[in-house]
């Protein structure tokens, strides 16, 4: 399993809200075992994903850290931008591995 900074950042942000993996698929739109995949990194994100999780995070009104993001599309640049670093990420090392 590859362990990228989406899947860590998701991880870390559902934890901290004490959600279960059934509470952000709820919140998000995605079934529980896509959110199981991108936090095991199993699965890159998908525009989809990153719509679906910023909604849900941008939607949480009970917790939040001094610094996180507060409207829907600061959410969704930060995901799509560890979204992208986590699909360059993978590309790399699938390349390193065929060599």
């Not at 936090?39 to 995070?57: F, Q, W, Y």
């Not at 599309?73 to 930060?78: I, N």
Request: glycine share 6%; net charge positive.
């Amino acid at each position: 399993m590859y362990s990228s900074a989406f899947s860590r950042f998701i991880k870390t942000h559902r934890s901290l809200r004490h959600w279960t993996q059934q509470e952000l698929s709820n919140r998000s739109g995605l079934s529980c075992s896509e959110i199981s995949r991108l936090e095991s990194g199993m699965r890159t994100p998908t525009l989809r994903h990153v719509k679906g999780i910023a909604e849900a995070l941008a939607s949480d009104n009970k917790r939040r850290a001094g610094n996180d993001p507060k409207p829907y599309e600061a959410w969704l640049s930060l995901l799509v931008d560890l979204g992208e670093k986590a699909r360059v990420d993978r590309n790399e090392s699938k390349r390193k591995n065929e060599s």
